[in-house]
């Protein structure tokens, strides 16, 4: 398993970084904020994203797009997370466009997925409820068959970018009771469906998330994606793959965060020389240096099975994702405090840092969640 670029994937990680530093400077988040943008990102920045092949990466060519893989995503993956960008990637190509891929029939894809590699369609994937924490099978939401169809009820928290998709995949349960895993079906159907009710959100990280209600949501059979309650294997599938994609999104924050320490620790000077040439720090330093180190081996590996096919896989990721927890916290936490007071001020960009890896660290799993079930698939 190789832990490097290869030269292409060099090239494509190059153009990344040069284009979202051009594009996306972190002065972004303060805007959306500011401006408290109800959209949350750029339709312009999605659009030249588009243009460049951003969305496309993961989608098969039959499909439209240009059939790469995991490790080649994740080279536009970590340049968007060194600068946050706010643009809809894990919303509507690692959640909605790998639900589709999955669970979808051809025809389904073929509606969906060229839209989404030409930045036209925006989705949502709609699973998370109140109460069911990390459980994927914790679904209480119903979808009743009817002579129509199915007619869908229920309530979905930290529905992400919701307010501005196209379409929503939704997990309902068409047998069994929540927690079990037989029952869940999946469900594309479009935002403005009668019944459905979007309740926008704003995160502690500054990005939109949504309560997505469904009150008798009449959808047709051809709405059904794969067989009926067989969902769970292709949910469990889409989050393993966007768990992977958001840890090589936390490595670039890190890394970013990182960087602006180090740059605050070579220019602040205190008692007639840098904080930097203090032993103290440079020992702390060199730990944040380390567990990047560690974090981007982690990623790789991950990213490369999925590419690979490899039956470790769905260790490897939750090897990234935890690591990837508890490094972006520490050095999100640990820039804060290098900064000294004005690092616990808005006017310090380290702080959106701390809070995107606070609410990464939650996302898909904590490093707790990750470990106990790395052990449990090595059958302990």
């Known amino acids: 398993m190789a832990l490097v670029l290869n030269e292409d994937q060099q090239l494509l990680k190059n153009t990344a970084d040069d284009f979202v530093k051009k594009e996306s400077p972190l002065r972004r ?116 068959k009817s002579e129509a169809g199915y007619v869908l009820s229920g309530e979905k928290t930290l529905v992400f970018d919701a307010q501005t998709a196209d379409k929503l995949v939704v997990s309902a ?17 479009d935002r403005e469906t009668p019944g459905v009710e979007i309740v926008p959100q704003t995160t502690m990280d500054l990005r939109r998330a949504t309560v997505v209600r469904l009150s008798g949501v009449e959808v047709p059979a051809a709405a059904l994606l794969g067989a009926e309650g067989e969902g769970a294997g292709a949910l469990e599938d889409t989050i393993d793959r ?14 970013a965060a990182f960087e602006m320490t180090m740059e605050y620790l070579k220019t602040r000077v205190q008692f007639g020389v840098p904080i930097g040439s203090f032993q103290a720090l440079k020992h702390r330093a060199a730990e944040m240096f380390v567990e990047i180190e560690l974090s981007r081996s982690a990623v790789l590996a991950a990213c490369t099975a999925l590419d690979e096919g490899a039956s470790n896989a769905q260790e490897l990721i939750s090897v990234a994702k935890a690591r990837c927890s508890d490094a972006a916290v520490l050095i999100g936490y640990e820039g804060i405090q290098m900064h000294g007071g004005i690092g616990m001020t808005d006017e310090a960009d380290i ?6 890896a606070r ?19 090595q059958g302990f």
């Open 359 to 377: 609410a990464c660290e939650m996302t898909f799993g904590d490093a707790a969640f990750h470990r106990d079930r790395f052990a449990t698939l």
């Open 242 to 255: 966007a768990t992977a994609g958001l840890s090589v999104e936390m490595l670039g924050g890190m890394l």
């Open 351 to 356: 702080g959106f840092y701390a809070k995107r």
């Open 29 to 144: 988040v303060r805007q959306l904020r500011d401006t408290d943008d109800p959209t949350g990102f750029s339709r312009d920045m999605w659009r030249q994203m588009a243009e460049l092949g951003w969305q496309s990466i993961l989608i098969p060519e039959e499909h439209g797009g240009l059939g790469m893989g995991y490790v080649d995503m994740a080279c536009v993956l970590e340049a968007c997370g060194h600068n946050l960008v706010p643009e809809p990637l894990l919303s509507t190509v690692l959640l909605g466009a790998n639900a589709v891929l999955l669970a979808g029939s051809e025809e389904q894809k073929n509606e969906v997925l060229p839209g989404v590699a030409d930045g036209s369609v925006l989705l949502a994937l709609a699973y998370h409820e109140r109460g069911a924490r990390y459980d994927l099978f914790g679904c209480a939401t119903k979808a009743k």
């Open 173 to 189: 349960r068409t047998a069994g009771e929540a927690g079990d895993r037989g029952g869940i079906s999946l469900f594309l159907i």
